[in-house]
């Protein structure tokens, strides 16, 4: 096939940029590779292996980082943008749970779409810094913040620090759907009204 080295070429340019975007995005929050293994799970010499172009980047490391910056995966490869990006939505898998990304900018608060399935398992706290808002679209999620353990259903608001430890995750009884938005130390919302 005649496009087969034109691909090729193309997907070693992304993997080249890869390494490059990777120190940029850890730059621009200000997080050490420590920080970044402990939320990750990722050896800091595996990172920093990535950051310099030492190692081939595998999905399954990119998406580890997508989670802890919170940004698309498509913004750390540097996907072309092609068309009308409400288009572009493309679903990912994080710990069991199908996130979609609703906003394309690395640098701002994040919007996510999360589906949480049916399951039981015991609550893993984790914190970062950042704060969180989540709204319930349908079903109902298990929040716990620190001590205290939360059941919201539709229509149901939570917003907090994530420096404090959390987790959210199924009752068990069935499916929830949630929009995420998340900002990084000193982003906030406004409200504002007419």
């Given at each position: 096939m005649g496009g087969e080295p034109a691909?090729?070429?193309?997907?070693?340019?992304a993997l080249e940029r890869?390494?490059?975007?990777?120190?940029?995005?850890?730059?621009?929050?200000?997080?050490?590779?420590?920080a970044l293994?402990?939320?990750?799970?990722?050896?800091?010499?595996?990172l920093s292996r990535l950051e310099n172009g030492q190692r081939r980047p595998t999905l399954e490391l990119l998406l580890a980082l997508s989670l802890a910056?919170?940004?698309p995966l498509d913004d750390l490869v540097g996907a072309p943008e092609v068309g009308d990006p409400r288009i572009r939505l493309?679903?990912?898998?994080?710990?069991?749970?199908t996130?979609?990304?609703?906003?394309?900018?690395?640098?701002?608060?994040?919007?996510?779409?999360?589906?949480?399935?049916?399951?039981?398992?015991e609550p893993e706290n984790g914190a970062h810094d950042g704060h969180e808002w989540i709204y319930?679209?349908?079903?109902?999620?298990?929040?716990?913040?620190?001590?205290?353990?939360?059941?919201?259903?539709?229509?149901?608001v939570a917003e907090f620090d994530t420096r404090t430890p959390h987790w959210f995750?199924?009752?068990?009884?069935?499916?929830?759907?949630?929009?995420?938005?998340?900002?990084?130390?000193?982003?906030r919302m406004i409200n504002r009204t007419p």
């Open positions: 691909a090729g070429a193309a997907i070693a340019n890869v390494a490059p975007r990777l120190k940029q995005i850890r730059a621009e929050r200000g997080a050490t590779l420590s293994s402990d939320l990750t799970g990722v050896s800091k010499s595996t910056y919170r940004v493309k679903p990912g898998r994080v710990k069991g749970r996130v979609i990304p609703l906003t394309r900018h690395p640098g701002g608060v994040q919007a996510w779409k999360i589906v949480v399935p049916t399951s039981k398992v319930v679209l349908s079903g109902r999620l298990r929040l716990v913040l620190d001590d205290q353990d939360l059941l919201l259903g539709p229509g149901d995750g199924s009752t068990g009884e069935e499916p929830t759907e949630i929009l995420s938005i998340f900002g990084r130390p000193g982003e």
